[in-house]
């Protein structure tokens, strides 16, 4: 008797964690592409990948701030620079890149924009994905949205871009993503060059 009555708790909990288990499923996380493998496939033609790191300065972060709508999550920020050099050894840059994580209904949605030299989105793509459900954001026709776009453009979910059935968080999720990327991109690249030549304009 005692043997039976410990085999049927045994089997009971048991019971119990399959259960638990089925009601809560362990989901793997979706890697799409690695960093390298991204950056590949974005610029295959470059010679060279390098990268430009941008920390805000506080009057910077204010800006950002109040062009976003929310304070940014990070210091720093990363932005990838291809380039490609001609025979006669003048270098041309090809594009950029900027790779980023947008917190998604539970998880963080880990995501990359390719930019024109001029700020203009080329591609979007999700790198890693981590949510049980919603993965349709990582479908082309989500993601050529955004083609074209500017830090002009509003971005606005269901207004300029349309959001999945089914995936409306992750769907507002990239959307909020690729905005920050277009802001960063113009605070960190275009401003620059701006002020670059106007110092050399005053030079002459």
């Known amino acids: 008797m005692v043997f ?25 996380d979706q890697t799409y592409f690695t ?6 496939d974005f610029f295959p033609n470059s010679d060279k990948v390098s990268f430009e790191k941008f920390t805000p300065t506080k009057a910077q972060r ?9 304070a940014l999550a990070r210091s720093s920020y990363y932005i990838f620079v291809a380039s490609s050099t001609s025979a006669a050894g003048v270098k041309t840059i ?6 980023d994580d947008q917190m998604g209904q539970h998880k963080p949605i880990t995501f ?21 459900h919603g993965d349709e954001i990582c479908s082309r026709r989500f993601s050529k ?5 500017t830090v002009s453009d509003a971005l606005r979910p269901n207004k300029d871009i349309d959001t ?14 690729v905005k920050r990327a277009l802001v960063l991109f113009d605070a ?12 050399s304009q005053t030079a002459r």
């Open 188 to 199: 960190a690249i275009i401003a620059n060059r701006a002020r670059a030549t106007r110092v």
């Open 94 to 99: 090809d594009g950029y890149a900027i790779i």
């Open 145 to 149: 949205q955004f083609k074209g776009k």
């Open 112 to 132: 990359a924009v390719k930019l024109s030299p001029n700020g203009v989105v080329l591609r979007e793509e999700v790198m890693v994905y981590r949510e049980s």
């Open 4 to 28: 039976n009555f410990k085999l049927t708790r045994f089997t009971v909990a048991l019971c119990c964690l399959v259960l638990l288990s089925l009601s809560s499923p362990v989901h793997a």
């Open 62 to 70: 204010s800006t950002l701030h109040r062009r976003l709508g929310y």
């Open 35 to 40: 960093k390298k493998q991204v950056l590949k």
């Open 164 to 177: 999945i059935s089914g995936a409306t968080i992750s769907s507002r999720a990239i959307t909020v993503g």
